[in-house]
T-cell receptor
Framework: GENVEQHPSTLSVQEGDSAVIKCTYSDSASNYFPWYKQELGKRPQLIIDIRSNVGEKKDQRIAVTLNKTAKHFSLHITETQPEDSAVYFCAASYNDMRFGAGTRLTVKP | DTAVSQTPKYLVTQMGNDKSIKCEQNLGHDTMYWYKQDSKKFLKIMFS???????INETVPNRFSPKSPDKAHLNLHINSLELGDSAVYFC???????????FGDGTRLSIL
């Protein structure tokens, strides 16, 4: 089955800096890669996703990149703000979605 | 008009008791899931149902029994609760394996 590894487990940045979270997956058949943001005490919510037929997708301050050959994908957040502080999960899916272990991002004002 | 709703939101009970958590989705999705999220925040899949049929059953003690009366509902019954069952349990639904999952607000289970 699919195995997703996510790094780093914690990340602290200054407000305005960029943050990058990286994930690798094991199943080359996986073709859908969503990212979820989970604020304290809340449910995970989809923030952006990418499918295997594209290499990059951007939505305002967040972007995802996908390297199918290397089987890794990344989340990039630019101009970070304190409200970006949360736990971020990557996931990979073909038939069944598997989540990474999460990255706790702290943005210091 | 909540898409995925879970009840109860909080559940505090004694060790050894039996309890149930209910989940309903109004998105018309065929597939529903139960996840366990412990204090380390890892989202561990427990069960997956597609159109009332069990698809995924990860290594979960048989004290946990899911039930899907129809494709819009997936309930979780837990027998003989143990301290290690304390966690937040999330229900989720999706229209397919390569589509987003929509999560409920979670049920925080605390075992005394």
């Amino acid at each position: 089955g699919e195995n997703v590894e996510q790094h780093p487990s914690t990340l602290s940045v200054q407000e305005g800096d960029s943050a990058v979270i990286k994930c690798t997956y094991s199943d080359s058949a996986s073709n859908y890669f969503p990212w979820y943001k989970q604020e304290l005490g809340k449910r995970p919510q989809l923030i952006i996703d990418i499918r295997s037929n594209v290499g990059e997708k951007k939505d305002q301050r967040i972007a995802v990149t996908l390297n199918k050959t290397a089987k890794h994908f990344s989340l990039h957040i630019t101009e970070t703000q304190p409200e970006d502080s949360a736990v971020y999960f990557c996931a990979a899916s073909y038939n069944d979605m598997r989540f990474g272990a999460g990255t706790r991002l702290t943005v210091k004002p | 008009d909540t898409a995925v709703s879970q009840t109860p939101k909080y559940l505090v009970t004694q060790m050894g008791n039996d309890k149930s958590i209910k989940c309903e989705q109004n998105l018309g999705h065929d597939t529903m899931y139960w996840y366990k999220q412990d204090s380390k925040k890892f989202l561990k899949i427990m069960f997956s149902y597609n159109n009332k049929e069990l698809i995924i059953n990860e290594t979960v003690p048989n004290r946990f029994s899911p039930k899907s009366p129809d494709k819009a509902h997936l309930n979780l019954h837990i027998n003989s609760l143990e301290l290690g069952d304390s966690a937040v349990y999330f229900c989720a639904s999706t229209s397919g394996g390569n589509q987003p999952q929509h999560f409920g607000d979670g049920t925080r289970l605390s075992i005394l």
